[in-house]
């Protein structure tokens, strides 16, 4: 069967096993000699894929759920849209979430997802309590921060190449409403949103569209969406209202005047409503309510670049990175900034303290060119790129870039010595 | 079979909502007992692999607040579906014998093993379950029986005769005893699904248009059985491809052989 991750590219021949017996997938996993755990496919790229995946989607069990102590065990193909489906109606949701409701527990766990919250409460992998893993070997093992500790490390952002994640407890956050109050502040340029982000730090939520294709004096201009949740007692499930793309748009639909035409359609849309309230669902996922946006890019597929920067390195390597993409002759369609509060200590986790931008390249004949000239000026701002969106970096970058690398490398040699949990971009990047 | 002892050790009162599936484990029985929680009925999950089933149970609960427990039940097992039917002591609002067996065509035209498996698990083995539950019900004077059996009991074909002669009898076999329970008060459905993707199908290829959705599948179980639909034929399509395929004559019906 042919798959792909959210950015079409690569789209590769698999053989997707899916199956709720555990039994049976300790089996397939102690005789198959290569294969990767996947979920719902919206990690960019090639980080869940391989000839054999192991697909999560059956294993979507709740098992136990604790309102005193705000704990929940699901098994890990269980879906953010699932979860919260479940959690909102007693008054929880999930501590983090990223911009799609369409991701699985366990792939939030083995991309250690970030939300609009990062800069307040850090990673998805911060609230995980425990987590059973398939190993290799078949054996089934509990891991946490007081047992197997470094399998826990390693396995929270550790991209599926641990084991299989079975099932994990995580704590929940208890919501007093499903209603954000939202703000939203325009910046003209680069250096006001920076500044803009400093000001309001104190929000719970923050999020800042960008306008790439403008230059000079309005570089980096765009607005800040600042959320706070409401408290008016209200959990409001909506129905599922989706808009479906369900063809492919030829590779030639997003071009220069498109984008342009639509980042000035936003920016001007944007200044006209200063204050409202959006539900949880238009808030955290506005775009799941275009099912397969990723369509738009043409069969061609494309790329999404993030990287974060110390904040001291931040207006010098924005500004660098728009002037390559302007050389270019690329602007992003969607592109996004935020600001991370600190890191944390599992292996191959993303977020640093500083800004992370992330923008989208439709794969055009210089599109690769471009990132590489893009990565020279990340890798000497002491930048790093997020795994999950990751579709080309080199082995030589990644491995200058992630700190804890050898940590996990040790811990993979010895739970899965002969690699036998690894993807296309863990034999890329020799992961 | 030998027959269960002590009946009048049981309790012979209907509970109310409650909901018992034989094949606690299978894809199909799974999926209509969570349309049954979703309603409010206590679900109770008899099979093998009671691990598996203790992980659906939890979930049943979670999800829908409603009482769940599992069964040990090997219908292969004598012992095993004695001990069943004697720990068993009440008589569910409604039973579903949700337990399969496509089994291997090839193997079965060599091996009377393999025949009489298919056979067995399909059609005989399911007869003192039914038979027992039929027949209290029968007393009450209330209950409800759903048998799954499949699209290929309507006509056999030479890529799965074994198994399409043993779910024949299964709509024959439910056929008849709703006619007798008629007389009760206890409903007896069959449904008939077509192909649908589940473990037991996982390796075998088909059309994308004759696949059927195991949770869709469900929901139309549970609509049906709420309008007191008798016999239910599911996925839609399968009911227009058998309306063809039951009408053709035999003799050109041979031809079609793949």
């Known amino acids: ?431 | 079979m030998e027959e269960v002892k002590n009946l009048d050790k049981f309790d012979k009162k209907t509970k109310s909502k409650v909901c018992l599936v034989i094949g606690g484990n299978s894809d199909i029985g799974k999926a209509i007992s969570y349309k049954f929680a979703e309603d409010g009925y206590e679900i109770h999950l008899a099979g093998r692999s009671i691990s598996e089933m203790e992980r659906t149970a939890k979930d049943i609960t979670n999800r829908y607040e409603v009482e769940s427990q599992v069964f040990d039940l090997d219908i292969e097992d004598n012992a095993s579906l004695n001990n069943f039917l004697y720990s068993y002591n009440q008589v569910p609002k409604i039973v579903i014998y949700a337990i399969g067996y496509l089994g291997h065509q090839k193997l079965a035209e060599n091996s009377i093993d393999e025949a009489n498996r298919i056979i067995n698990i399909n059609f005989t083995y399911q007869i003192p379950i039914i038979n027992h539950f039929a027949n209290l019900m029968e007393e009450q004077k209330n209950g409800n029986i759903i048998i799954i059996s499949s699209v290929a009991g309507l006509r056999g074909r030479a890529t799965n005769y074994f198994y399409g002669a043993s779910k024949s009898a299964m709509i024959a076999f439910a056929s008849g005893l709703r006619q007798r329970l008629s007389l009760s008060n206890v409903f007896v459905m069959s449904v008939l699904p077509g192909f649908i993707r589940t473990k037991m199908t996982q390796d075998i290829e088909a059309p994308k248009l004759f696949i059927g959705d195991v949770v869709k599948v469900a929901s139309k179980v549970f609509s049906a059985f709420k309008k007191k639909k008798t016999v239910l034929i599911t996925p839609f399509i399968y009911r227009l491809l058998f309306l063809v395929i039951n009408n053709l004559p035999e003799k050109l019906f041979i031809k079609l052989k793949k």
């Open chain 1, 1 to 431: 069967m042919k798959i792909s991750g959210w950015g079409n590219y690569p789209c590769i021949d698999s053989e997707v096993i899916s199956t709720n017996q555990i039994y049976y997938l300790q089996d397939i996993i102690r005789k198959k000699q290569s294969f990767i755990p996947s979920g719902l496919l919206r990690s960019y790229s090639d980080s869940s894929l391989n000839s054999t995946t192991l697909s999560s989607l059956k294993l979507n069990r709740i098992l136990s759920f604790d309102n005193i102590n705000q704990a929940i065990t699901c098994e890990s193909g269980i879906s953010f849209q699932d979860l919260n489906n479940f959690l909102i109606p007693k008054g929880f949701f999930v501590p983090v979430t990223p911009g799609t409701k369409f991701i699985t527990l366990g792939g939030a766990i083995a991309s250690d997802v970030h939300g609009k919250n990062h800069h307040k409460v850090g990673t998805f992998g911060n609230f995980v309590q425990s987590i059973r893993l398939i190993l290799a070997s078949g054996e089934i093992i509990d891991c946490s921060r007081n047992y197997n500790q470094d399998i826990f490390k390693a396995t929270i952002s550790g991209m599926g190449l641990t084991g299989f994640i079975l099932d994990a407890t995580f704590r929940v956050q208890k919501i007093k409403s499903t209603n954000f109050s939202v703000i939203t502040k325009k910046a003209n340029s680069l250096e006001e949103m920076l500044e803009l982000f400093n000001e309001y730090m104190y929000y719970d939520y923050s999020v800042a569209w960008m306008d790439t294709s403008e230059f000079g004096k309005s570089l980096g201009r765009g607005v800040l969406i600042l959320g706070k949740e409401l408290e008016d007692n209200s959990f409001e499930l909506l129905p599922n209202t989706k808009l479906n793309m369900s063809f492919m748009f030829p590779n030639f639909a997003l071009n220069h005047i498109t984008i342009k035409l639509f980042n000035s359609l936003y920016n001007s849309i944007s200044y006209k409503k200063n204050d409202f309230i959006a539900n949880f669902d238009k808030f955290y996922y506005p775009l799941d309510i275009l099912s397969n946006w990723n369509k738009i890019y043409g069969k061609n597929g494309f790329v999404q670049y993030q990287f974060v920067v110390p904040r001291e390195h931040s207006y010098k390597t924005i500004k660098n990175i728009m002037q390559i993409m302007k050389s270019y002759k690329q602007s992003s369609f969607l592109t996004v900034l935020k600001f991370f509060g600190k890191s944390n200590d599992f292996y191959l986790s993303f977020p640093e303290e500083g800004f992370t931008l992330a923008m989208d390249f439709p794969i055009r004949i210089n599109t690769f060119d471009m990132l590489n000239k893009m990565d020279d000026v990340i890798l000497s701002n002491n930048g790093k790129l997020y795994l999950t969106k990751d579709a080309r970096m080199s082995k030589e970058f990644f491995e200058s870039t992630y700190s804890n690398l050898n940590k996990f490398r040790e811990i993979k040699s010895i739970i899965d010595p002969n690699n036998k949990f690894s993807s296309l971009q863990s034999k890329r990047l020799g992961i």
